[in-house]
């Protein structure tokens, strides 16, 4: 399928960007050698902000380089792997169209695809582009989050195989245009909400709810 091409941990940073949080771990770095995946994220990483990052549901998050380039045209700048914020930038893989539950080994860990990451003010800080979130909405190559279901190590260069691959067909990029741009389709991820993060099943099925309310006079 592809391979990683590094494995990024975070330098905490004090910035004013960070806001009421006062640090964040958003600014991510190559390190050298095998690093230990565990349940909730990497060994030697940071995330500072709970709230939409880390957690079991969000405990490694991936961005495709093949994505740079375009960002890098746009902004005229050079962004570095770990740029996005991501622990593992991949190569050879086609991030957005994963599907929600697929399965991937990588390196000696077992990994799920959860769902999409959605932009934030301090994402916006950390590049100094004031209307990012609205870009990289429109964009929508949102990189994917993944739940750790055997930890392991990973290092650069080791493999991303596939181990399995849900029949449902949503993908990461779908259920990020649903939570970002297209509420509507929202009732078209009930039939995967075991599958997604708690924040976003919420949505689903609140939207569900008032769309079942609606029909029902």
């Known amino acids: 399928m592809g391979c990683v091409l590094t494995v990024n941990v975070a330098v905490v940073r004090t910035d004013a960007w960070t806001g009421r949080q006062g640090r964040s771990g958003i600014d991510k770095r190559p390190v050298e050698g095998p690093v230990h995946v565990g349940r909730v994220g990497l060994r030697g990483d940071t995330i500072c902000d709970l709230t939409f990052h880390g957690g079991v549901d969000r405990a490694v998050y991936v961005f495709a380089h093949e994505d740079f380039s375009w960002w890098s045209s746009l902004l005229d700048r050079d962004i ?21 539950g697929e399965i991937w080994a990588v390196g000696s860990a077992v990994v799920q695809v959860t769902a999409p990451r959605t932009p934030c003010r301090v994402f916006a800080g950390f590049w100094d582009v004031p209307d990012l979130v609205a870009r990289f909405s429109r964009r929508g190559t ?14 650069a ?3 991303v195989t596939v181990l399995h691959r849900p029949d449902h067909g949503i993908t990461v990029g ?32 609140r939207r569900l709810a008032r769309s079942a309310a609606s029909a029902g006079g």
Not at 174 to 201: C, H, K, N, S, W
């Open 80 to 100: 570095p792997p770990g740029g996005f914020g991501e622990n593992l930038t991949s190569v050879g893989m086609d991030v957005t169209g994963a599907r929600i």
């Open 142 to 155: 949102p990189g994917a989050y993944l739940r750790v279901l055997t930890v392991g190590e990973v290092a």
């Open 157 to 159: 260069g080791d493999p």
């Open 174 to 205: 779908q259920v990020f245009r649903a939570v970002m741009t297209d509420p509507d389709e929202l009732p078209a991820l009930g039939g995967i909400t075991d599958l997604l993060p708690e924040d976003i099943r919420h949505r689903v099925q």
